[in-house]
């Protein structure tokens, strides 16, 4: 079965560093990009980054762009979003996705989500 | 970035209507247009890719149209596992923006 399954959930104090991971299976991983979505409470979805596993090329959205990073080990299939410092604003659900294949961003795979909870 | 101005935000129709939702861009997006469906509490799931390709095992009650800057999202007869909410995304040019959402409920 093709899947990814995200960490648990986080509590966080502002100021921390928190990496949060995404572990694909029943896929051959450096075949996707894996996108980075971002979901605050009662909100829209947010396009956050993706990474290629093949090489760990990156993009980010300049909304989050030196503020998170994302980066990949591929031998044990596993993608992570982390932050240095984090901030009562990235309370929210993370979502990883995988597109339907090459060339496109159409995300037909989803992880459950991992709830970040940022308070002091 | 591109903007992704859905609409509307959100949506009171009873079962069997004829749902429309449109997503206009703020540049030509050509047909790099996705649609999706979110249930509360759920992962979002991919309904329609390419502006009007059924992605496999969604019903067909589900579809898409438009190309360049103005696309529509219809469901043909509203269902009540259709209650969620919708959203576009473009990808044709990064970052790849989602629209801000539309909650569709039952009237």
């Known amino acids: 079965e093709v899947q990814l399954m995200q960490s648990g959930s986080e509590v966080k104090k502002p100021g921390e560093s928190l990496r949060i991971s995404c572990k694909g299976s029943?896929?051959?991983?450096?075949?996707?990009?894996i996108t980075w979505v971002r979901q605050m409470p009662g909100k829209g979805l947010e396009w956050m980054g993706r990474i290629d596993p093949t090489d760990s090329e990156t993009n980010y959205s300049p909304s989050f762009q030196g503020h998170v990073t994302i980066s990949t080990d591929k031998s044990i299939t596993t993608a992570y979003l982390q932050w240095s410092s984090l901030r009562a604003s990235d309370t929210a659900m993370y979502y990883c996705a995988r597109p339907v294949g090459p060339g496109t961003d159409a995300l037909d795979v989803w992880g459950q989500g991992t709830m970040v909870s940022v308070s002091s | 970035d591109i903007q992704m101005t859905q609409s509307p935000s959100s949506l009171s129709a009873s079962v069997g209507d004829r749902v429309t939702i449109t997503c206009q861009a703020s540049?030509?997006?050509?047909?790099?247009l996705n649609w999706y469906q979110q249930k509360p509490g759920k992962a979002p799931k991919l309904l329609i890719y390419?502006?009007?390709n059924l992605e496999t095992g969604v019903p067909s009650r589900f579809s898409g149209s438009g190309s360049g800057t103005d696309f529509t999202f219809t469901i043909s007869s509203l269902q009540p596992e259709d209650i969620a909410t919708y959203h576009c995304q473009q990808y044709d040019t990064l970052p790849h923006t989602f629209g801000q959402g539309t909650k569709l409920e039952i009237k």
């Open positions: 390419d502006a009007s």
């Open positions: 540049q030509d997006i050509n047909n790099y």
């Open positions: 029943g896929f051959s991983f450096t075949n996707y990009w």
